[in-house]
């Protein structure tokens, strides 16, 4: 395992319900691949039992397992981040353990690798979430394809291959709040996608509220575009250009017409309306200024607790 063709990438986080299937239907689908291998579980600051099965799993498979354990919670992207860190192998591939997506469908994206792709995202086929995580999806798609150059079909898939290139590229950049698959796009010259199965999680819940996917989508626009900031000062630009006109236009009614009353409930609705976009853009340049405060603290992304691996001849 000194020098794996891959490497498996997994976050964890309170997943004990679902591991042992896991276990059970990725190692095989891995053997099949003849090839050497290395599967990195990061265990994110679970509370059950996942810890004590990845540890487990180590002592079952110490010649192909590694596992990672933070010493707190840190989110999905960090955790995959400290995986890229420790892995060694030519083709990295991150996996989600819920068994979403099918370690099975590993020698699809395996078989791109090796046809000269340095990317391989994937699009669900069939998928089995609720119809609102379905728009919502491809509402932010179309989103994030308008604000930035990613062209990513299904961003919410996280089962993707990367090369060591690219997972290289993304280690040198120590991000502290990042979108993994998009920065990995970003620094692909031979992108590709294919489909692959999904189905409906084996146990346990969704770790992904609304307000993480609204934080996660703050992250892709912020994180990869000014866009947003211009079109704020287009829109303001606009704005202000029309209340010019219109304090003119109150100005020489009130010559003509004399001093009245009507119509202040009108103003009030434009003062409120101008006073929201104030605030609006208010918080978007917050959200810039604030991952710049995030960035130049120089805090550590992660803390791990213990690292769980064989001793290898390196």
């Not at 994030?144 to 898939?157: A, K, L, Y």
């Not at 605030?279 to 200024?289: A, C, D, R, S």
Request: glycine share 8%.
């Amino acid at each position: 395992m000194s020098h794996p063709e891959i490497s498996i990438v997994i976050p964890v986080f309170n997943e004990e319900a679902g591991l042992p299937e896991l276990f059970a239907r990725l190692y095989p689908a891995l053997d099949a691949l003849a090839t050497r291998y290395e599967v990195i579980f990061v265990n994110d600051g679970s509370h059950d039992r996942s810890a004590a099965l990845l540890r487990s799993q180590f002592q079952s498979r110490p010649d192909v397992t590694r596992v990672v354990l933070f010493a707190a919670n840190f989110g999905q992207h960090m955790a995959i981040m400290a995986g890229f860190e420790k892995s060694r192998g030519d083709i990295v591939i991150t996996l989600d353990a819920d068994l979403q997506n099918p370690p099975e469908e590993i020698a699809a994206l395996v078989d791109k690798m090796r046809e000269g792709h340095d990317y391989v995202g994937t699009i669900r086929r069939q998928r089995q979430d609720s119809a609102f995580r379905r728009y919502a999806s491809r509402a932010m798609n179309r989103l994030r394809e308008r604000i930035t150059r990613i062209r990513m079909t299904d961003q919410g898939c996280m089962m993707r291959a990367y090369s060591r290139a690219i997972v290289d590229a993304i280690n040198d950049c120590h991000e502290v709040s990042t979108f993994v698959p998009a920065l990995g796009y970003t620094f692909a010259q031979r992108p590709t996608e294919i489909e692959i199965g999904h189905e409906e999680r084996h146990a346990g819940e969704s770790k992904y509220s609304l307000y993480s996917l609204i934080r996660l989508n703050f992250d892709l626009m912020t994180g990869f575009s000014l866009v947003p900031l211009q079109w704020f000062s287009m829109v303001g630009i606009v704005i202000s250009m029309l209340s010019g006109l219109f304090v003119i236009y109150l100005a020489v009614r009130r010559l003509i017409v004399g001093p009245e009353v009507q119509g202040l409930f009108t103003l009030f609705g434009i003062a409120f309306f101008l006073i929201g976009l104030t605030l609006f853009g208010v918080g978007l340049l917050g959200e810039y200024v604030g991952r710049i405060y995030q960035q130049v603290r120089h805090r550590p992304r992660y803390l791990i607790d213990a690292m769980l691996e064989a001793e290898t001849d390196d």
